[in-house]
């Protein structure tokens, strides 16, 4: 099993959403950011800005101001993850994953029980970082130190945050230059290498793709669909069909392709039911974000 998943899988985490209205994109106010006049108006105009990668080697702090609640909650594990990824860490347990590809840079994969290898975080991760110029790895609760102490607090939640920010809180200990962040990829930066590397050995041998809450636009995660062999099995998990334009079949006519209508958590709730896995997950019911502990606690009633 390879499985691609999208920000449909951390719903029920609760995890601060970029695009949608009300989210980051949409009340960015970069008049409180750390910049010159003319990197400001370039996010006024485009918010985007914010995670371009010109915009991260002029100046770090927009990414790190904006991001630093992301950051230190990533730490705190402020969000858990969801029983969607609890059914991949199942699987893997069963020795039935492959490999798993996540879109999301929220860093909830890593709070399951799976390998670092069988993780591959298609657009980098939050929980993972590394110097920008030169690649070198940094520890990530060293990192988060240096952000909590060394990163102002634009949005006015963090009493103890430095009233302005400094360089230090990105400075390689390798290079020297101000350019230590979360592994997540910037608008302009290629994938990393183990995408093309792991897509190019997983796929011929994949029995069953699943494609969990992603709308399959984004170039070239979505290419895993087409990618994988005729005879593979396609499960789409998502509350609208996507991907026909990919390949994918709906309705009568669909000879290989299934769709799992609905939410994540209950579709892959569903799942678990039907392979009988369900008391296995009993021990997890604490470590659940709320809605997807509502969900089990329900099931197993």
Known sequence: VSILTGAGVSVAAGIPDFRSPGGMYSTLRPELITATPAQRARMAANPTAVVEKSMWFEN????LEVRRPFILGTRERKWK???????????????????????NIDGLD????????????????IGQVACEACGHAHDFDVF???????????????????????LAAATCDACGRPAVKPTTVLFGASLPRRFFESAQADLPTTDLLIVAGTSLVVSPANSLVYSVPES???LIVNNEPVGAELGVEYGATATRDVFGEGDCDDVCLELMRECGWLEELRPLLPK???????????ALA
């Open 232 to 234: 593979t099995v396609r």
């Open 81 to 103: 993850a969801t029983l969607s990824h609890r059914f991949f860490e199942l699987l893997h347990a069963k020795g039935k994953l492959t490999r798993l590809y996540t879109q």
């Open 288 to 298: 659940l974000p709320e809605a997807s502990r509502a969900r089990l606690e329900a």
């Open 110 to 125: 890593y709070q399951l029980a799976l390998p670092p290898a069988s993780v591959v975080p298609v657009h980098g991760s």
């Open 144 to 166: 988060c130190e240096r952000v909590a102490t060394g990163i102002k607090d634009i949005y006015k939640e963090d009493a103890t945050a430095p009233a302005e920010s400094s």
């Open 60 to 63: 770090p702090f927009p990414y």
